[in-house]
């Protein structure tokens, strides 16, 4: 029997890798997991089933930010859990963060690895603009508050669930949500729906498109649709309204770790960097022969983008 | 007040070893560029070691009225809670302000938190991702966020600015006209007396992220090499 709880909040569906990270850590610390989704999901949803002990799902297009805050801020003041980890979404970082002031307990953010040593967990994030990787760990016995980018340092090869594992799934319906009026500081925003699709896949392949390619978007595109491939951007890009934030890999997006990424006209900034580096293969396609992205990549070409994109355009719709 | 790290070059203030972060810089210029057409008082409080106080005195050469340092030797390996913590005590000992003018984050860090823990701590409704203030009122502040809407700001409230600026360039008139020094409090001034707010610890930084030998290869190699591998 467990005596500790560990909460995993998110606002999209958890990846089966995503899942055995969680179980990993969860069967290290001897810790019951409970999942908090802030979207609708069947409550049939297969992929929970024998890996957390109870999965609670809030429908957010129903609710403001301050009232699940409110009611997160409540739970977890009760439940007292170990450790409580949020998924890194726009939303998940904000309640987080709202959170672990409210609850002062604390907060890493971006961690990309954890560790459980010892009897105590360690986090893994960057720091000095991406150009070191830190070790942290709390403190004091409190509740752990940490944003999640991704554990994707260590592999675990199969997706095992506990089938002796009972899952209990639950809605947290208007009047328990609403119940909760603790939080008084209140965050002003323009209200909108926040719930994200689970725009990254488990592709093999991404294409990393950097402020060099605004140009060549569209051909990009399709070279993507081609090769099957997910599109990541950088936050030039997405500062500039080129792609939108959820494409956005690097320090403040995701960390991806495909078989191949190919990154195109991206000048290879290191907070982008650290996105890309635990890909298997790196390629980079830049104008620039002096970019840093080369000193990242296992092969790279110094020639004008769209010369390539065209050329690998026109050979992969000779092979179709 | 941030050290100046190799990774990222400032032009600013490179003897001290510390510069203005530039989130940071960027609520400052705007602020000051308010200040010309509204009569409001600019005060900046800070946090760091003594020798951060030449960056301090930069922002009151930008145009600030006053400066306030937080300085103390308990203050090291300070993570974002004590941070905000302190800087709510701080407010408190110099005065009450109508807004509280955050950046977004620091540069080395990178956390974002700071703002967010001090207006929990002041129990003040916060505003995130403002990327321009718009309209300065007697009811409030009109600010436009980094998604292009535009979010009214009431008094006493905590704003966070998203946008960065890393141009840090006074000009001679500037120089001149600030006489202005900064004023720096210890923990006992500001009657902070906490010793175990830390909540987080650092316990190993590994530098850099390993590099990768780039074979270049010509347009027919490279074509025909990255078929093989979205094919494989």
């Known amino acids: 029997m467990c005596s500790q709880e560990l909460i995993v909040v998110t606002d999209s569906v958890l990846t089966y890798e995503e899942l055995s990270s969680i179980k990993n850590i969860s069967d290290k610390s001897n810790t019951s997991i409970c999942i908090i989704t802030l979207k609708k999901i069947s409550n049939k949803e297969t992929r929970y089933e024998g890996v957390a002990d109870s999965v609670l799902w809030i429908d957010n297009s129903k609710f403001t930010i301050n009232q699940i805050k409110a009611w997160l801020i409540d739970y977890i003041f009760v439940s007292n859990p170990l450790v409580v980890f949020f998924y890194t979404s726009r939303l998940c970082n904000l309640l987080a963060s709202f959170i672990a002031a409210k609850l002062k307990t604390g907060i890493i953010v971006n961690c990309i690895d954890v560790e459980y040593k010892n009897g105590e967990f360690l986090y893994t994030r960057t720091a000095m603009n991406s150009s070191s990787i830190v070790k942290i760990k709390f403190n004091n016995n409190n509740t752990q508050i940490v944003t999640v980018l991704s554990f994707t340092s260590k592999k675990h090869n199969s997706f095992c669930c506990d089938k002796k594992r009972k899952t209990i799934f639950s809605n947290v319906n208007k009047e328990v949500l609403c119940s909760s009026n603790i939080f008084n500081n209140t965050m002003i925003y323009p209200d909108k729906n926040y719930s994200e699709e689970q725009f990254f896949n488990q592709n093999n392949i991404y294409i990393d498109v950097g402020y060099g390619a605004k140009d060549i978007l569209e051909d990009i595109y399709h070279f993507a649709n081609k090769i099957n491939a997910t599109i990541g951007t950088t936050k030039k890009m997405v500062d500039c309204g080129f792609i939108d934030e959820k494409y956005l890999i690097g320090q403040s997006g995701r960390i991806i770790d495909s078989r191949l990424c190919i990154s195109i006209g991206t000048s290879g900034q290191l907070q982008h960097v650290v996105g890309i580096i635990q890909s298997k293969t790196i390629v980079a396609i830049n104008s620039d022969p002096t970019a840093e992205i080369f000193k990242y990549c296992d092969f790279g070409i110094a020639c004008r983008v769209e010369k390539i994109i065209g050329e690998l355009n026109y050979m992969f719709s000779l092979m179709d | ?232």
């Open chain 2, 1 to 232: 007040m941030k050290p100046i790290h190799n990774a990222r070059n400032h032009q600013n203030n490179v003897q001290s070893g510390f510069s203005i972060n530039p989130y940071d810089l960027f609520a400052l210029k705007t602020i000051c560029e308010i200040k010309k057409k509204e009569e409001i008082t600019l005060s900046i409080i800070s946090m760091g070691p003594l020798n951060s106080l030449e960056t301090l005195t930069r922002c009151l050469h930008y145009g600030a009225d006053k400066g306030y340092l937080i300085s103390d030797k308990k203050l090291s390996l300070s993570d974002t809670f004590k941070t905000g913590q302190v800087l709510g005590f701080a407010s408190k000992k110099c005065g009450m302000c109508d807004y509280y003018i955050f950046g977004n984050k620091s540069i080395d860090g990178e956390t974002g938190q700071v703002g967010i823990v001090f207006s929990t701590i002041m129990d003040l409704p916060i505003i995130l991702d403002i990327t321009h203030i718009l309209r300065v009122n007697e009811d409030g502040i009109t600010l436009l966020n980094k998604y292009g809407e535009e979010v009214f700001a009431p008094l006493h409230s905590v704003i966070v600015m998203s946008k960065e600026s890393t141009c840090d360039y006074l000009t001679f008139y500037n120089l001149k006209k600030t006489i202005r020094q900064p004023i720096v409090f210890s923990l006992y001034d500001i009657n902070y007396y906490s010793d175990n707010d830390v909540r987080t610890k650092v316990v190993n930084i590994k530098d850099q992220l390993k590099t990768r030998y780039c074979v270049f290869c010509t347009k027919e190699e490279f074509i025909v090499k990255i078929c093989n591998l979205i094919r494989s």
